[in-house]
Protein backbone atom coordinates (compact mmCIF):
# COMPACT_ATOMS: atom_id res chain seq x y z
CA UNK A 1 0.00 0.00 0.00
CA UNK A 2 2.85 2.76 0.87
CA UNK A 3 5.08 1.87 -2.42
CA UNK A 4 1.62 2.34 -4.46
CA UNK A 5 0.39 5.30 -2.58
CA UNK A 6 4.23 6.65 -3.31
CA UNK A 7 3.97 5.59 -7.23
CA UNK A 8 0.37 7.63 -7.16
CA UNK A 9 2.53 11.25 -5.51
CA UNK A 10 5.20 10.70 -7.71
CA UNK A 11 3.39 10.16 -10.92
CA UNK A 12 1.36 13.72 -10.07
CA UNK A 13 3.98 15.45 -8.40
CA UNK A 14 6.40 14.76 -12.46
CA UNK A 15 3.01 15.13 -14.55
CA UNK A 16 1.99 18.44 -12.87
CA UNK A 17 5.81 20.29 -12.18
CA UNK A 18 5.69 19.23 -8.72
CA UNK A 19 2.06 19.95 -7.63
CA UNK A 20 -0.04 17.46 -5.78
CA UNK A 21 -3.55 17.11 -4.53
CA UNK A 22 -4.51 14.75 -1.27
CA UNK A 23 -2.68 14.97 1.63
CA UNK A 24 0.56 17.18 0.42
CA UNK A 25 -1.83 19.67 -1.56
CA UNK A 26 -0.37 23.44 -0.94
CA UNK A 27 2.45 22.17 1.21
CA UNK A 28 6.61 21.54 0.46
CA UNK A 29 7.11 18.31 -1.00
CA UNK A 30 10.50 17.00 -3.49
CA UNK A 31 11.34 13.56 -3.98
CA UNK A 32 14.33 12.05 -2.85
CA UNK A 33 16.45 9.17 -4.86
CA UNK A 34 18.76 6.98 -3.02
CA UNK A 35 21.18 4.58 -3.75
CA UNK A 36 19.83 1.36 -1.90
CA UNK A 37 22.55 0.19 0.64
CA UNK A 38 22.10 -3.77 0.13
CA UNK A 39 21.01 -3.97 -3.64
CA UNK A 40 22.65 -0.90 -5.13
CA UNK A 41 19.16 0.00 -6.88
CA UNK A 42 17.84 3.28 -7.23
CA UNK A 43 14.62 4.28 -4.81
CA UNK A 44 12.80 7.58 -5.08
CA UNK A 45 10.41 8.63 -2.13
CA UNK A 46 8.30 11.84 -1.70
CA UNK A 47 9.12 13.80 1.25
CA UNK A 48 8.15 16.37 2.88
CA UNK A 49 10.76 19.31 3.59
CA UNK A 50 11.44 22.31 5.45
CA UNK A 51 13.89 25.06 4.03
CA UNK A 52 17.19 26.81 5.21
CA UNK A 53 19.24 29.45 4.74
CA UNK A 54 20.97 29.55 1.32
CA UNK A 55 20.09 26.04 -0.51
CA UNK A 56 19.77 23.87 2.15
CA UNK A 57 16.82 21.89 2.92
CA UNK A 58 15.98 19.54 5.39
CA UNK A 59 14.03 16.27 5.60
CA UNK A 60 13.16 13.97 8.69
CA UNK A 61 12.89 10.69 8.64
CA UNK A 62 9.62 9.95 9.99
CA UNK A 63 8.34 6.97 8.38
CA UNK A 64 4.92 7.42 9.18
CA UNK A 65 5.79 7.42 13.11
CA UNK A 66 7.42 3.54 12.29
CA UNK A 67 9.62 2.49 14.99
CA UNK A 68 12.28 1.92 12.35
CA UNK A 69 14.30 4.01 10.34
CA UNK A 70 13.03 4.50 6.77
CA UNK A 71 15.02 3.04 4.20
CA UNK A 72 15.71 6.46 2.60
CA UNK A 73 17.43 7.32 5.84
CA UNK A 74 19.46 4.21 5.52
CA UNK A 75 20.56 4.49 2.46
CA UNK A 76 22.17 7.51 2.90
CA UNK A 77 23.92 6.80 6.34
CA UNK A 78 25.21 4.20 3.12
CA UNK A 79 25.82 6.54 0.17
CA UNK A 80 24.77 10.45 1.37
CA UNK A 81 24.95 11.04 -2.43
CA UNK A 82 21.20 11.64 -3.87
CA UNK A 83 19.08 13.07 -6.44
CA UNK A 84 16.51 15.83 -5.66
CA UNK A 85 13.15 17.38 -7.42
CA UNK A 86 11.56 19.66 -6.31
CA UNK A 87 8.95 19.56 -9.75
CA UNK A 88 11.16 22.70 -11.29
CA UNK A 89 15.00 21.45 -10.77
CA UNK A 90 16.12 18.17 -10.33
CA UNK A 91 19.99 18.36 -8.82
CA UNK A 92 22.37 16.46 -7.23
CA UNK A 93 23.17 16.45 -3.46
CA UNK A 94 24.65 15.50 -0.71
CA UNK A 95 23.04 14.39 2.57
CA UNK A 96 24.41 15.41 6.20
CA UNK A 97 22.55 13.96 9.30
CA UNK A 98 22.40 16.11 11.61
CA UNK A 99 22.75 16.05 15.25
CA UNK A 100 22.69 17.65 19.35
CA UNK A 101 21.76 20.90 19.20
CA UNK A 102 21.32 21.39 15.72
CA UNK A 103 19.47 19.00 14.63
CA UNK A 104 17.33 19.79 18.16
CA UNK A 105 17.20 23.11 16.60
CA UNK A 106 15.50 22.24 13.57
CA UNK A 107 13.51 19.65 14.56
CA UNK A 108 12.08 22.18 17.21
CA UNK A 109 11.03 24.25 14.22
CA UNK A 110 9.39 22.07 12.23
CA UNK A 111 6.94 21.00 15.28
CA UNK A 112 6.10 24.14 15.81
CA UNK A 113 4.63 24.60 12.15
CA UNK A 114 3.59 21.46 12.16
CA UNK A 115 2.50 19.57 15.57
CA UNK A 116 2.15 16.24 13.27
CA UNK A 117 6.11 15.77 13.82
CA UNK A 118 5.94 15.48 17.80
CA UNK A 119 2.86 12.67 16.99
CA UNK A 120 5.40 10.69 14.66
CA UNK A 121 8.18 10.99 17.31
CA UNK A 122 6.14 9.46 19.91
CA UNK A 123 4.42 7.00 18.02
CA UNK A 124 7.70 5.54 17.02
CA UNK A 125 9.74 5.96 20.18
CA UNK A 126 12.46 6.61 18.86
CA UNK A 127 14.56 10.19 17.74
CA UNK A 128 13.04 11.08 14.57
CA UNK A 129 16.98 11.83 12.51
CA UNK A 130 16.59 15.32 10.62
CA UNK A 131 18.55 15.44 7.46
CA UNK A 132 20.42 18.61 5.59
CA UNK A 133 20.16 18.32 1.82
CA UNK A 134 22.93 20.52 0.50
CA UNK A 135 23.43 20.79 -4.30
CA UNK A 136 26.38 19.43 -4.70
CA UNK A 137 27.32 22.02 -6.97
CA UNK A 138 26.24 25.79 -6.17
CA UNK A 139 23.88 27.67 -8.54
CA UNK A 140 20.79 27.06 -9.83
CA UNK A 141 20.54 23.91 -11.63
CA UNK A 142 20.93 24.20 -15.22
CA UNK A 143 17.92 23.48 -17.33
CA UNK A 144 17.00 22.32 -21.44
CA UNK A 145 16.68 25.26 -23.29
CA UNK A 146 19.12 27.36 -22.54
CA UNK A 147 19.25 30.52 -20.99
CA UNK A 148 15.86 31.53 -22.02
CA UNK A 149 14.33 28.71 -20.35
CA UNK A 150 16.74 28.64 -17.70
CA UNK A 151 15.11 32.09 -16.45
CA UNK A 152 11.84 31.35 -16.83
CA UNK A 153 12.11 28.27 -14.73
CA UNK A 154 14.24 30.32 -12.12
CA UNK A 155 11.33 32.79 -12.09
CA UNK A 156 8.87 30.32 -12.04
CA UNK A 157 10.81 28.68 -8.40
CA UNK A 158 10.22 32.16 -6.73
CA UNK A 159 6.22 32.39 -8.08
CA UNK A 160 5.99 28.81 -6.62
CA UNK A 161 7.91 29.72 -3.16
CA UNK A 162 5.91 33.09 -2.57
CA UNK A 163 2.85 31.04 -3.26
CA UNK A 164 3.54 28.60 -0.73
CA UNK A 165 4.87 31.00 1.90
CA UNK A 166 1.26 33.04 1.80
CA UNK A 167 -0.29 29.87 2.07
CA UNK A 168 1.83 29.17 5.38
CA UNK A 169 1.06 32.59 6.58
CA UNK A 170 -2.63 32.25 6.26
CA UNK A 171 -2.42 28.69 8.25
CA UNK A 172 0.44 30.71 11.14
CA UNK A 173 -2.16 31.88 13.57
CA UNK A 174 -1.48 35.47 15.09
CA UNK A 175 2.27 34.48 15.60
CA UNK A 176 5.04 34.32 12.90
CA UNK A 177 6.59 30.83 14.25
CA UNK A 178 10.49 30.28 13.33
CA UNK A 179 10.38 27.97 10.38
CA UNK A 180 7.98 30.43 8.84
CA UNK A 181 10.40 33.16 9.32
CA UNK A 182 13.42 31.42 7.67
CA UNK A 183 11.18 30.46 4.57
CA UNK A 184 10.80 33.90 4.32
CA UNK A 185 14.22 34.98 4.64
CA UNK A 186 15.68 32.31 2.30
CA UNK A 187 13.19 33.69 -0.14
CA UNK A 188 14.97 37.04 0.72
CA UNK A 189 18.48 35.59 0.15
CA UNK A 190 17.62 33.91 -2.41
CA UNK A 191 15.85 37.10 -4.81
CA UNK A 192 18.87 38.99 -3.95
CA UNK A 193 21.30 37.04 -5.02
CA UNK A 194 19.14 36.09 -8.18
CA UNK A 195 18.98 40.60 -8.85
CA UNK A 196 22.44 41.08 -7.96
CA UNK A 197 23.79 38.37 -10.86
CA UNK A 198 21.30 39.81 -13.36
CA UNK A 199 23.16 43.48 -12.72
CA UNK A 200 26.17 42.35 -12.35
CA UNK A 201 26.69 39.39 -15.25
CA UNK A 202 23.61 38.82 -17.31
CA UNK A 203 22.44 42.44 -18.21
CA UNK A 204 25.70 43.72 -18.94
CA UNK A 205 26.09 40.82 -21.83
CA UNK A 206 22.93 41.92 -22.92
CA UNK A 207 23.49 45.38 -23.12
CA UNK A 208 26.70 44.56 -25.07
CA UNK A 209 25.36 42.23 -27.26
CA UNK A 210 21.57 43.88 -27.97
CA UNK A 211 22.05 47.90 -27.80
CA UNK A 212 18.47 48.30 -28.25
CA UNK A 213 17.75 46.80 -25.15
CA UNK A 214 19.88 49.55 -23.09
CA UNK A 215 16.48 51.43 -22.07
CA UNK A 216 14.70 48.55 -21.10
CA UNK A 217 17.41 47.40 -18.86
CA UNK A 218 17.84 50.19 -16.95
CA UNK A 219 14.12 50.08 -16.54
CA UNK A 220 14.60 46.18 -15.13
CA UNK A 221 17.36 47.49 -13.17
CA UNK A 222 15.25 49.96 -11.32
CA UNK A 223 12.46 47.49 -10.59
CA UNK A 224 15.17 45.53 -8.82
CA UNK A 225 15.65 48.07 -6.60
CA UNK A 226 11.89 48.57 -5.84
CA UNK A 227 12.04 44.70 -4.81
CA UNK A 228 15.55 45.03 -2.82
CA UNK A 229 13.18 48.21 -0.80
CA UNK A 230 10.53 45.76 -0.27
CA UNK A 231 12.48 42.69 1.00
CA UNK A 232 14.11 45.29 3.26
CA UNK A 233 10.88 45.95 4.67
CA UNK A 234 9.75 42.14 4.88
CA UNK A 235 13.22 41.59 6.66
CA UNK A 236 12.41 44.48 9.74
CA UNK A 237 9.19 42.60 9.93
CA UNK A 238 10.73 39.49 10.61
CA UNK A 239 13.26 40.65 13.24
CA UNK A 240 10.69 42.89 14.96
CA UNK A 241 9.36 40.68 18.20
CA UNK A 242 6.44 42.28 18.56
CA UNK A 243 5.55 41.58 14.53
CA UNK A 244 2.41 38.90 13.85
CA UNK A 245 1.75 37.66 11.10
CA UNK A 246 -0.87 40.02 10.02
CA UNK A 247 1.83 42.53 9.75
CA UNK A 248 3.88 39.77 7.49
CA UNK A 249 1.15 38.91 5.61
CA UNK A 250 0.87 42.51 4.46
CA UNK A 251 4.38 42.77 3.57
CA UNK A 252 4.31 39.50 2.08
CA UNK A 253 1.39 40.51 -0.28
CA UNK A 254 3.34 43.95 -1.25
CA UNK A 255 6.04 41.71 -2.59
CA UNK A 256 4.33 39.40 -4.34
CA UNK A 257 1.90 42.12 -6.34
CA UNK A 258 5.31 44.09 -7.26
CA UNK A 259 7.67 40.81 -7.75
CA UNK A 260 4.84 38.45 -9.75
CA UNK A 261 4.85 42.51 -12.53
CA UNK A 262 8.33 42.38 -12.28
CA UNK A 263 9.26 38.63 -13.27
CA UNK A 264 5.94 38.52 -16.17
CA UNK A 265 7.90 42.34 -17.57
CA UNK A 266 11.64 40.67 -17.77
CA UNK A 267 10.58 37.59 -19.20
CA UNK A 268 7.98 40.16 -21.75
CA UNK A 269 11.46 42.13 -22.74
CA UNK A 270 14.44 39.56 -22.36
CA UNK A 271 12.94 35.93 -23.52
CA UNK A 272 13.23 36.73 -27.16
CA UNK A 273 16.94 38.12 -27.06
CA UNK A 274 17.98 34.94 -24.30
CA UNK A 275 17.06 32.51 -26.86
CA UNK A 276 19.38 33.86 -29.11
CA UNK A 277 22.03 33.72 -27.11
CA UNK A 278 24.70 30.65 -26.58
CA UNK A 279 23.09 27.86 -23.91
CA UNK A 280 26.88 28.50 -21.98
CA UNK A 281 26.31 32.03 -21.22
Known sequence: MTNEFNRRIIEEFRAKDGRVGGPFEGGRLVLLTTTGARTGARHTTPLAYLPDAGQRIHVIASAGGAPRHPAWYRNLLADPRATVETG?????????????????????????????????????????????LDPAVEGPPQVAGGPAAQLVRVHDAFRRELELIRTEVARSGATIGAQLRVNCLALCE???????????????????????????????????RVIERLLEDLRAVLAAPSSGSAALAAEVE???????????????RLVQALAQLTPDL
Open 88 to 132: LFTYEARAAVLDGAERDAVFARAVEADPGWAEYEAAASRTLPVVA
Open 190 to 224: GLGNHHAGEDQMLFPVLAERYPGLGEALEVLRDEH
Open 254 to 268: RLTADLEAHLDHEEE
